[in-house]
């Protein structure tokens, strides 16, 4: 797969996240302390919806205790971190290039009591700071479609992870047959050239040792999110161009409905993905 230059989606990225319209309307709209895509049940918010991805996940993992060692690649707030290291007092490592976000989240594992047990390290997960064999688990949540070399988050990943350690992650996904041309108006708003899909995935991670536990197709999931979450920056529309800037809100918004149609047309895929290392 061809996407741009690295190091310069990483910067973008960086920068995005980094300002402060987008922590705003991350943190007041899109769920508070998990910023990832949810599974709806009805009558669901978007902040129950995103847990439930979290309890899907852990569901995926077994075991964890506090001898377990969790690294969670672009946490954003880190409340998928929390989560695990408060239920099985797992020690966990979140990395993320984001300083803004990382700010509130070792602000918020203070004053939960957590800053022994989650660490947070700024960085970019197409090169981690750390040793081989160094984690039992990598977790990621709609990360990896921010990367311009996914095989290389992969490879990282493996790299890091002990023999039979575990690899579980979500990502926003072009379908596997989704036509060339169509996904434009999504991809310009991420600065890149395409997504990733099940089928790359699939292969990506066998080119680099790590081999296919389960992957979950949630496709529908996806579409449900943007909905939901548009609906909410539209209901609280004024409140949020007072924190933001009207024309950050309309990008939003437009950029939101992009991925709506996207999905609606079955273009994009979305689940979770889980793999273990060989």
Known sequence: MTTAAAPSVASVTEAYYDSDEADRFYSHVWGGEDIHVGIY???DSIRAASSRTVERMIACIGALGEHTRVL???????GSARV???RFGAQVTCLNLSETQNARNRELCESQGLSDRVTVVH?????????DESFDVVWSQDAFLHSGSREQVLREARRVLRRAGQLV??????ADDCPAGVLGPVLDRIHLESLASFAFYREAARRVGLEPVELQDLSSALGRHY???RRELERRRPEMVDLCTPAYVERMSAGLQHWIDAASLGHLAWG???FRAT
């Open 84 to 86: 695990i290291a408060k």
């Open 41 to 43: 049940e009805p009558g």
């Open 272 to 274: 979770v993905l889980h």
């Open 169 to 174: 992650f979500t990502d926003p996904m072009q």
């Open 72 to 78: 969670d690649l672009g946490s954003g707030y880190g």
């Open 227 to 229: 909905i939901e979450v």
């Open 123 to 131: 960085g970019n997960f197409e090169a981690l700071p750390f040793a």
